[in-house]
């Protein structure tokens, strides 16, 4: 299993930046793949970006050009990097991770709003 804690949100202008983080601990040696998620009110939950343990990178359509997703080996942590921001993004967004054994463990979510 493992655990992770996102951190970084807050409340941000439209067009502003925002860089959020996640802190990986546990069984790190599983994992396959981690990504970002997030959930907005009355809405399904979706993925935003995801980045394999080779680097390869998946980002969502209306994110693409504005996000980057990156991974820090060293710290086992990995961070969501959030320019030109739009109202559309505000949400509250989740890191996982996906473990050799196919289950997937989550955070506890972090909150971005995005509002004038």
């Known amino acids: 299993q493992v655990q992770l804690v996102e951190s970084g949100g807050g409340l941000v202008e439209p067009g502003g930046s925002l860089r959020i983080s996640c802190t990986t601990s546990?069984?790190?040696?599983?994992?396959?793949?981690q990504g970002w998620y997030r959930q907005a009110p009355g809405k399904q939950r979706e993925m935003v970006a995801t980045i394999t343990t080779s680097d390869t990178t998946v980002y969502a359509r209306s994110v693409k050009g504005r996000f980057t997703i990156s991974r820090d080996k060293a710290s086992n942590s990995m961070a969501l990097q959030m320019n030109n921001l739009k109202p559309d993004d505000t949400a509250v967004y989740y890191c996982?991770?996906?473990?050799?054994?196919?289950?997937?463990?989550w955070g506890q979510g972090t909150q971005v709003t995005v509002s004038s």
């Open positions: 996982n991770a996906e473990l050799v054994n196919g289950l997937v463990d």
């Open positions: 546990g069984r790190i040696w599983s994992i396959l793949r």
